[in-house]
């Protein structure tokens, strides 16, 4: 069956614009997460959602990262006023439910200019 | 605090048995995961381990040994093909399922 899907998979922004980030998780899967991997670094939790419902926006670095998944379905990172610092790679996971195994998406690569 | 710490870099030549280590310092335990990841591309799962052990699965092993907070994964018969960087990820306690993840191993198998 089809994996996690990003869009898009690479994104070039300027200094200070609005970026959104698209996961479409495996069909059916309870749980998404979202993780931000710097190069040459593992990945970094971000934030988790049960099914719409966000249970842990711990790992979000400022107020200018937000994340949705108003249906419980497709989840959106928005980055607001995006810094340089911002520049990584974004890889959303699901998993059927909180304690199954995660399966990655192949990520969204944000460079900021 | 939580730390994960793994060699940077391996290097092994085709056909040899390389043993990637892990060690981990967590507040709560509730899984050990390894992960390859091919340059560009997302982490595709390879292991699990929750309780002490070797797990095998074809030419990849992985054991646990949760009193002394230490992992290892065990690539056998080694492929060109292999050549990835290798996470190592443990799942905190119940109620946020979340990975912490080492900073990888970048393993490159030579001809």
């Known amino acids: 069956g089809a994996g996690v899907s990003q869009s898009p998979r690479y994104k070039v922004a300027k200094r200070g614009q609005d970026v959104a980030l698209r996961c479409d998780p495996i069909?059916?899967?309870?749980?998404l997460f979202w993780y931000q991997q710097a190069l040459g670094q593992g990945p970094e939790f971000l934030t988790y959602f049960q099914n719409e419902a966000q249970l842990d926006k711990s790992g979000l670095p400022s107020d200018r990262f937000f994340a949705e998944r108003p249906e419980g379905s497709v989840s959106t990172l928005k980055i607001q006023r995006t810094q340089q610092e911002d520049s990584a790679v974004y890889l959303c996971?699901?998993?059927?439910?909180?304690?199954?195994?995660?399966?990655f998406g192949p990520g969204t690569r944000l460079l900021v200019l | 605090g939580q730390n994960i710490d793994q060699p940077t870099e391996m290097t092994a030549t085709e056909g040899a048995i390389v043993q990637i280590n892990c060690t981990y310092q967590t507040s709560g335990f509730n899984g050990l995961f390894w992960y390859q990841q091919h340059a560009g591309e997302a982490p595709t799962f390879l292991s699990y381990?929750?309780?002490?052990g070797l797990e095998e699965k074809g030419r990849f092993s992985s054991f646990l040994s949760r009193s002394k907070g230490y992992s290892y994964l065990l690539l056998k018969e080694l492929q060109m093909k292999d050549s990835a960087s290798y996470l190592c990820?443990?799942?905190?306690?119940?109620?946020?399922?979340?990975?912490?993840f080492g900073t990888g191993t970048r393993l490159k198998v030579l001809a």
């Open positions: 996971a699901s998993s059927k439910s909180g304690r199954e195994t995660q399966y």
């Open positions: 381990n929750v309780l002490d």
């Open positions: 990820a443990v799942r905190g306690t119940s109620g946020t399922y979340k990975y912490i």
């Open positions: 069909s059916g899967h309870v749980s």
